[in-house]
């Protein structure tokens, strides 16, 4: 049973950004991100999950999803909503320790979240 749905962030010329960061991505990572998701949509809690984190600061109200391949740690971060049960991805990255990849991944996907709240670009539901 599926708890949860996730939306992509499109830009405002009606670019998925996920979808581009994804095919980026190496095949076994690809397959890793989809078993991640796969495996958070059906959970109904995601408190105290590996795979998910709440972020802090002046990043609050954001949140990353977690996996690594081949001993290297990616994330997406987003946020809860815009519907119940639902998390949308704003942005792709690695992290290394405390260094994300880009440096602004984290900047950026607050930019995403508040350019969406302003109705400047879109969301639609993410396709596995």
Partial sequence: ???WRFMDYYSEAGNNLIKKWYNELNEDAQADFDATLNNLAGTATWRGLKEFKMLSGGHAGLGEIRFKTNNVQYRSVGFFGPGDREFTLLVGCQKKQNIYNPPS???LALKRK???SQARGSIHEHSF
């Fill in 114 to 116: 508040n350019l969406y």
């Fill in 105 to 107: 991944a984290l900047d």
């Fill in 1 to 3: 049973m599926k708890h």
